[in-house]
């Protein structure tokens, strides 16, 4: 086959929506129309075969009329399966971050309260106040 026959196959094969089974049986039946043609005319440009198939959208939707309904049918059910298939993993995975950065408590994290007692009474006073250890009140009573 040469390159402009080539391309139009692949642009026929991109407008096929069936199955694989399907699909390769509508392949085969297009590879056999372009040889074929390319007996009688062995070098024939993209207009040449537009001329004699009509565009690839064309040529694709013909091809597709000889599939079953339930063909038709299997390879839509297969697409939406697909697509709710990844729907599903993509809110899984949306859950899953949500839970680990914002819900999952994170064992690593130790946070230290120091309090100071004056007086017999317990307070919380916070480190940037006692940035000197040795001039703390606790350690002057002795208590």
Known sequence: MNEAATLYQREVRKHLRCGRSARRRLEERL???????????????????????????????????????????????????????????????????????????????????EFTYANGDEFYVPDSVLADDSASPADESGE
């Open 31 to 113: 590879s056999g129309l372009l040889n074929a043609f390319l007996e009688d005319d062995p070098a024939p440009d993209r207009a040449a075969l537009e001329a004699a198939f009509g565009a690839p959208e064309e040529l694709a939707a013909t091809l597709m009329e000889e599939l079953t309904p339930e063909e038709r049918g299997q390879w839509k059910r297969q697409r939406l399966a697909a697509r709710a298939v990844c729907v599903v993993l993509v809110l899984l995975l949306a859950v899953f971050s949500i839970y680990t950065f914002f819900y999952k408590e994170k064992p690593n994290e130790i946070t230290v309260y």
